[in-house]
T-cell receptor
Framework: QQQVKQSPQSLIVQKGGISIINCAYE??????FPWYQQFPGKGPALLIA?????SEKKEGRFTISFNKSAKQFSLHIMDSQPGDSATYFC?????????????FGGGTRVLVKP | NAGVTQTPKFQVLKTGQSMTLQCAQD?????MSWYRQDPGMGLRLIHY???????DQGEVPNGYNVSRSTTEDFPLRLLSAAPSQTSVYFC???????????FGQGTRLTVV
């Protein structure tokens, strides 16, 4: 049973466009929501993360929007570049629980066309 | 600064064989975990450890064993490999909880 649902599975965007990836979660105990970026042949790497006490977090061209009441959060990649082509995973965890564990979404493969 | 190191990078096993996937981290992280990555399934937690001598099961533990005798090492053992265990395996470590996890490069395992 997947507790974090991610969509779309893949998307293609032109250079300079906006990539939007959505995630929804079920467990209201989740209190930390990271996004990971994975290039082919590499392990995932932390990209940006948010806690539910804020509705938005921005780091450079990457922005997380968080809607606690809807139990949804999304990643926006502004001015998408070919170097952003990668697989993106949302995740969630209860950071305060002992032995807290990351629950991942299914991933979104992003292709940015030049 | 090596971070999280996994060996081997690739492995082909025959059904029924056993093997150990190695994972080592040099960041003095207390938390370590093993995930498997399958298309469309994201990363699923196999086993995790909150410190030396302490391990617990994740979402998909069947067919796998772990131990944590030192802070640095967290090997994953496949007891009797099955084709369903064909996957890419990632080891991760983190210092404060599992949110900011650092991943290794992965081991691509094929069971024939």
């Amino acid at each position: 049973q997947q507790q974090v649902k991610q969509s779309p599975q893949s998307l293609i965007v032109q250079k300079g466009g906006i990539s939007i990836i959505n995630c929804a979660y079920e467990n209201t105990a989740f209190d930390y929501f990271p996004w990971y970026q994975q290039f082919p042949g590499k392990g995932p790497a932390l990209l940006i993360a948010i806690r539910p006490d804020v509705s938005e977090k921005k780091e450079g061209r990457f922005t997380i929007s968080f809607n606690k009441s809807a139990k949804q959060f999304s990643l926006h990649i502004m001015d998408s570049q070919p170097g952003d082509s990668a697989t993106y995973f949302c995740a969630a965890t209860n950071a305060k629980a002992a032995g807290n564990k990351l629950t991942f979404g299914g991933g979104t493969r992003v292709l940015v066309k030049p | 600064n090596a971070g999280v190191t996994q060996t081997p990078k690739f492995q082909v096993l025959k059904t029924g064989q056993s093997m150990t996937l190695q994972c080592a981290q040099d960041m003095n992280h207390e938390y370590m975990s093993w995930y498997r990555q399958d298309p469309g399934m994201g990363l699923r937690l196999i086993h995790y450890s909150v410190g030396a001598g302490i391990t617990d099961q994740g979402e998909v533990p069947n067919g796998y064993n772990v131990s944590r005798s030192t802070t640095e090492d967290f090997p994953l053992r496949l007891l009797s490999a099955a084709p369903s265990q064909t996957s890419v395996y990632f080891c991760a470590s983190s210092f404060m909880g599992f949110g900011e996890a650092f991943f290794g490069q992965g081991t691509r395992l094929t069971v024939v």
